[in-house]
């Protein structure tokens, strides 16, 4: 919807024009700093809602991680033999980065992938930016991500893991978590829309990215040549290895790296300029 | 006077059918695909294949002064709410274009964004961003908005012990803070609750003397009269008559009411299939007659052939009184304590309810079914209506023999208290009147 908000010459109040949307819409990025208020309040809802409904509330945000951790280095690295790829990395710690990011791409997935075709009751009855809605669902899985944190934190100090100097990149490397989490939440909340069947793909999209994210094997593991370039697509790999470096100091970034955050890039701005043509009809489909 | 709305050739076109239009199954969208090159080839030069277009409005184009008060009738889907859909940006339109000068708010989204599970002191910041609110602007009215919702104790209570009222109260009371300059009111959405139509109905007011804009889009003849000066109507799509209020919806409710005899049928079954219809509306007199005209003397049963597809405690069925004049009253199923409320189980059942004898007028009326999932949404709510003629022969007296004034004609007891000259005080007795002491 094109619209266009500027000041009158006569008047003090603000004209607006409506106006069919022709080929692809722009961003409307302004609108949406516009509308940044509304982003916090329905984030901040998202979260209070999610940890006033839970008994346990909070406590799922450490349990969850730390039951996932303890059943991988079981069966991975005790029975599988599956290791860390580095000498003084413990596998705990290893995994438990890897599902650092990991869960906030996942959660980001399973509640954003929704979040659209749930906010029908607003989409059909009031304005607003309609990123907004995704967006929100995907900052809402940052607490957390924070608690998860600081059991991270805890769990190095255990193992006894000290963190290098290139932690002071690690919030890029949220960034980047965030960006590539938005970036498939926006193609998969604008087409569950179109196709009710994206209800039943989430959980298994999530489940087939999983096993093609290095989060409970090294990616020392993968054959090096066109193998490496094809896992290197996923954006996942890019984030998982960045936190592994600066959290862990394992294998800096190299160009196998900037693929996957390119791939970041293209899903992400390929998913704005996706969610943004087909926001149009959300309000008469949904 | 300047223009605060203006809708130049508006329109706005579904595609029945097309998958872009509607939700659809990714195989579907996959089969398209595939099949239509195969379509394109088999109908070589007609591309759309079996899409058919359904143009909800039409080249519609006119403007509001600002300070004017607007009214939209128009029969059920004749695209009144396709048109304040458009103007408070939920839908995008096909062609055309509306220019809008201030700030817009629409009473067609009370409540809207409100989450059980938060607090009242959280849903008024919540609500309050969703329809566009700073929250600098929010903590400013937050007193007002809580002393107009007279819920102030139970501000940190979840929403979801609230009552009914109480809900609705909150609601609006955060819209009615938005101060818009232009102002949409879609009363098709403002469900049931009568106390809280006549609160938005007054509030309404109250902004249009203030010199706001306002459109209002009602099924209330009645109110759509007392509140605006201007009326439009749009059938089918299209604008087909604007003018001052008193004209166009006199001439619209003649027209409604079939000048050439009464209507005894509903067009086609109201409602949604997939929870509840009413598929028949009658009114039966004492011999078993269902064609007017009705003698208001008589015990007049109106019966509505309802069908139940999903079970919900929370339907009402019920109708609206009609007259020439508009809405007379209106009754649901429900009106009475709970215990007393006729079951309305799955599947087709008849509910029936006994108009009071002796207070039709010498009119034709209009019985305008309603149903609704209490406070949730409307099933059945617009102009669909059965008609039927009605003589006046429940008043015995000769003076009555006189067409009397007013949508009804009830025959009320009277008495009379005083210093009667020439009679005991015994002279009230029998009859609705006391005899007229003999001079």
């Not at chain 2, 097309?18 to 996959?30: H, K, Q």
């Amino acid at each position: 919807m094109t619209t266009d908000v500027q000041t009158a010459h006569a008047a003090e109040a603000p004209q607006l024009v409506i106006e069919p949307t022709k080929g692809w819409a722009k961003l409307g990025l302004r609108e949406l700093w516009q509308y940044r208020e509304l982003l916090y309040f329905l984030t901040w809802r998202n979260i209070l809602v999610r940890y006033k409904q839970a008994v346990l509330g909070v406590l799922w945000a450490v349990l969850n991680p730390v039951i996932t951790m303890v059943v991988f280095t079981l069966v991975f690295n005790r029975l599988l033999g599956v290791g860390s790829g580095s000498d003084g990395v413990p596998y705990a710690v290893f995994t438990f980065t890897g599902l650092l990011p990991w869960n906030l791409f996942a959660g980001s997935l399973s509640s954003a992938g929704s979040s659209v075709v749930g906010s029908a009751n607003l989409i059909t009855r009031v304005y607003f930016p309609r990123l907004v809605i995704p967006s929100s669902a995907v900052l809402g899985t940052l607490p957390d991500f924070l608690i998860a944190f600081v059991v991270l934190v805890v769990l190095m100090g255990v193992y006894q893991v000290a963190p290098t100097w290139h932690v002071v990149f690690l919030p890029f490397f949220v960034l980047l978590a965030l960006t590539a989490a938005l970036g498939a939440s926006l193609w998969l909340s604008a087409l569950y829309v179109l196709y009710r069947d994206v209800q039943y793909i989430i959980p298994f999209l999530v489940q087939l990215w999983f096993f093609l994210t290095p989060v409970f094997y090294p990616t020392s593991n993968i054959p090096s040549g066109w193998p490496s370039v094809v896992y290197n697509l996923n954006p996942m790999t890019g984030v998982v290895g960045g936190f592994r470096w600066a959290l862990l100091g394992q294998q800096p970034p190299g160009s196998m790296f900037w693929l996957s955050v390119a791939m970041t890039l293209v899903v992400f701005i390929g998913g704005l300029y996706y969610f943004r043509r087909m926001e149009r009809v959300f309000a008469d489909v949904v | 006077m300047s223009t605060a709305i203006s809708i130049a050739g508006l329109g706005k076109r579904y595609l029945i059918g097309a998958s872009r239009e509607r939700a659809g199954t990714l195989r579907d969208a996959i089969t398209n695909v595939a099949v239509a090159p195969v379509r394109r080839l088999r109908h070589a030069g007609s591309s759309t294949g079996h899409v058919t277009e359904h143009w909800a409005l039409r080249d519609v184009s006119f403007d509001v002064a600002s300070g004017q008060v607007i009214g939209v009738i128009g029969r059920n889907g004749a695209g009144k709410s396709t048109l304040l859909k458009i103007l408070s940006r939920i839908t995008e339109p096909t062609t055309g274009r509306v220019t809008l000068q201030g700030r817009v708010g629409s009473l067609l989204e009370v409540g809207t964004g409100f989450h059980p599970e938060l607090s009242g002191r959280e849903n008024i910041y919540l609500n309050g961003a969703i329809l566009g609110m700073t929250r600098a602007e929010i903590s400013r009215k937050f007193d007002d908005i809580v002393d107009f919702s007279e819920i102030a104790e139970f501000l940190d209570t979840p929403v979801k012990r609230y009552s009914t009222g109480m809900f609705v109260r909150l609601a609006f009371a955060v819209a009615a803070h938005l101060e818009p300059e232009i102002l949409l009111v879609d009363e098709v959405l403002s469900v049931g609750d009568l106390g809280f139509q006549r609160k938005c109905l007054g509030q309404m007011e109250e902004i249009a003397g203030s010199g706001r804009t306002v459109m209002f889009v009602s099924h209330n003849m009645a109110a759509v009269r007392n509140l605006c000066t201007r009326v439009v109507e749009i059938d089918e799509g299209r604008v087909v008559a604007d003018g001052p209020s008193d004209d166009i919806v006199q001439a619209y409710i003649a027209r409604q009411m079939a000048m050439d005899g009464a209507v005894l049928h509903l067009p086609h079954p109201l409602g949604d299939p997939e929870e509840l219809l009413v598929t028949a509306v009658r009114v039966v007199d004492e011999q078993g007659r269902t064609e007017g005209p009705f003698h208001s003397s008589e015990q007049l049963v109106v019966e509505i052939d309802v069908d139940v597809a999903r079970e919900n405690a929370a339907y009402q069925v019920g109708f609206d009184l009609l007259s020439g004049d508009g809405l007379i009253f209106r009754t649901w199923h429900t009106d009475g304590p709970p215990e007393e409320w006729p079951p309305l189980k799955l599947g087709r059942s008849t509910l029936r309810c006994r108009l009071p004898v002796g207070i039709l007028n010498e009119l034709r009326y209009g019985i305008a079914p309603r149903a609704d999932v209490y406070s949730s949404h409307w099933l059945v709510h617009g102009d669909d209506a059965i008609w039927f003629d009605v003589v006046k022969d429940h008043k015995d007296s000769p003076f009555s023999w006189a067409w009397s004034p007013g949508a009804l004609a009830p025959l009320l007891e009277w008495s009379s208290a005083g210093e009667l000259k020439g009679e005991s005080a015994s002279a009230s007795q029998g009859g609705l009147w006391t005899t007229p002491p003999a001079l």
